[in-house]
T-cell receptor, first 113, second 114 residues
Framework: GAGVSQSPSNKVTEKGKDVELRCDPISGHTALYWYRQSLGQGLEFLIYFQGNSAPDKSGLPSDRFSAERTGGSVSTLTIQRTQQEDSAVYLC???????????FGSGTRLTVV | SQQGEEDPQALSIQEGENATMNCSYKTSINNLQWYRQNSGRGLVHLILIRSNEREKHSGRLRVTLDTSKKSSSLLITASRAADTASYFCATDAPMDTGRRALTFGSGTRLQVQP
């Protein structure tokens, strides 16, 4: 597609439930990134996929968080047993490589109640 | 900890004035980028400056980079109300330092009064 697409745009879930967030990057972009942003804060790095290389998971805050990228395209971020502190906007971005600017999706606003 | 830190945290100016935002970082970099964010959603890439460049222009934007001081500045000239947004700097570490994803600062909230 023309841009990075994220779904859902908004998600309200009960504490303890699992959620899946989806990111569809720009076709041909080999790099895909997940960040999260709490209200009024900067972006916190979560995970990075580059081609067929092993992902950089160093930003995942706990083992409740996981992500996969199937076929080098669509990515899913899964949060298990959600907690209230997981509430944030989850942003996905893609790029041609590390030396180019990122194209961001509009994000998924996750609210854990 | 944040690699990039913007200064000021918030800036309010009148339309037509220039806006200057600064960014400081800690480690060596491959490149530095500036992004803009409206209404807390997706960020838009504005400009990328490489570590061997000192200044770059794009329309009303001017970015400088001083690697000796580990700092960058973003200047928006002749500001407009539509420039109201949050602005973030982000650094991309060289390939031999591990982290391959951009590290973002906490942002400067710019308000341009009409």
């Amino acid at each position: 597609g023309a841009g990075v697409s994220q779904s859902p745009s908004n998600k309200v879930t009960e504490k303890g439930k699992d959620v899946e967030l989806r990111c569809d990057p720009i076709s041909g972009h080999t790099a895909l990134y997940w960040y999260r942003q709490s209200l009024g804060q900067g972006l916190e790095f979560l995970i990075y996929f580059q081609g067929n290389s092993a992902p950089d998971k160093s930003g995942l805050p706990s083992d409740r968080f996981s992500a996969e990228r199937t076929g080098g395209s669509v990515s899913t971020l899964t949060i298990q047993r959600t907690q209230q502190e997981d509430s944030a906007v989850y942003l996905c971005a893609s790029s041609q490589s590390g030396n180019y600017g990122y194209t961001f999706g509009s994000g998924t606003r996750l609210t854990v109640v | 900890s944040q690699q990039g830190e913007e200064d000021p945290q918030a800036l309010s100016i009148q339309e037509g004035e220039n806006a200057t935002m600064n960014c400081s970082y800690k480690t060596s970099i491959n490149n530095l980028q500036w992004y803009r964010q409206n209404s807390g959603r997706g960020l838009v890439h504005l400009i990328l400056i490489r570590s061997n460049e000192r200044e770059k222009h794009s329309g009303r934007l001017r970015v400088t980079l001083d690697t000796s001081k580990k700092s960058s500045s973003l200047l928006i000239t002749a500001s407009r109300a539509a420039d109201t947004a949050s602005y973030f700097c982000a650094t991309d570490a060289p390939m031999d330092t591990g982290r391959r994803a951009l590290t973002f600062g906490s942002g400067t909230r710019l308000q341009v009064q009409p």
